[in-house]
């Protein structure tokens, strides 16, 4: 059964800031996605990490693949406080012509001014 | 283009009663899913479907049904309605013809039952 773990669950920071959130997980898989949600409303995707070294960057926001290490990054560069919202990075596992995302438990990230 | 659409988005059912929770997207895609979220959890697969007249069971399918007729539609059903089922439902789809797989979401609908 996969498992997919997200560290820290909660995270405060002060803006201006940097941070990491940590995405782990237990079976084999070479695609990852990393989505938003702000409280009350669905998930935006955020990136699509394809292959083993793969990195992606958006503003603030820098995610990064390990396939060897079954480990995803979302790095935040200068916190704002519009980047408060959770966080769910997102294992697929392929089964056929089917994909199956197994969701993390999220991060929920509050920035402080 | 609308989307991924979700009806109704709020509803509350007594124990015991079904019903049925729609969602279509206009973007021709293959795949579509049902995910369940719990309050500080991540979402859960309930069903998904590859393609028309083609379903599946996720990590989570029992007390919910599912059909797809249409490349369009994916609703889904709940055959007698627990507490348990109190949730966030949202629907998702996905085309394959690429080779991002990257799934898209409805904007959910909160189903409460008492």
């Known amino acids: 059964e996969l498992k997919v773990e997200q560290n820290p669950l909660f995270l405060s920071m002060q803006e201006g800031k940097n941070y990491t959130i940590y995405c782990n997980y237990s079976?084999?898989?070479?695609?990852l996605y990393w989505y938003r949600q702000d409280p009350g409303k669905s998930l935006e995707s955020l990136f699509v990490?394809?292959?083993?070294?793969a990195v992606k960057q958006e503003g603030r926001l820098m995610a990064s693949l390990d396939t060897k290490a079954r480990l995803s990054t979302l790095h935040i560069t200068a916190a704002v406080h519009d980047l408060s919202a959770t966080y769910f990075c997102?294992?697929?596992?392929?089964?056929?012509?089917?994909?199956?995302?197994?969701f993390g438990t999220g991060t929920r990230l509050q920035v402080t001014l | 283009n609308a989307g991924v659409t979700q009806t109704p988005k709020f509803q509350v059912l007594k124990t015991g009663q079904s019903m049925t929770l729609q969602c279509a997207q206009d973007?021709?895609?293959?795949?579509m899913s049902w995910y369940r979220q719990d309050p500080g959890m991540g979402l859960r697969l309930i069903h998904y479907?590859?393609?028309?007249?083609?379903?599946d069971q996720g990590e989570v399918p029992n007390g919910y049904n599912v059909s797809r007729s249409t490349t369009e539609d994916f609703p889904l059903r709940l055959l007698s309605a627990a507490p348990s089922q109190t949730s966030v439902y949202f629907c998702?789809?996905?085309?394959?013809?690429?080779?991002?797989?990257?799934?898209?979401f409805g904007p959910g609908t909160r189903l409460t039952v008492t």
């Open positions: 973007m021709n895609h293959e795949y």
């Open positions: 079976t084999t898989s070479d695609r």
């Open positions: 990490l394809l292959s083993n070294g």
């Open positions: 997102a294992v697929d596992i392929r089964t056929g012509t089917a994909s199956k995302l197994t």
């Open positions: 998702a789809s996905s085309s394959h013809r690429g080779f991002s797989y990257e799934q898209y």
């Open positions: 479907s590859v393609g028309a007249g083609i379903t």
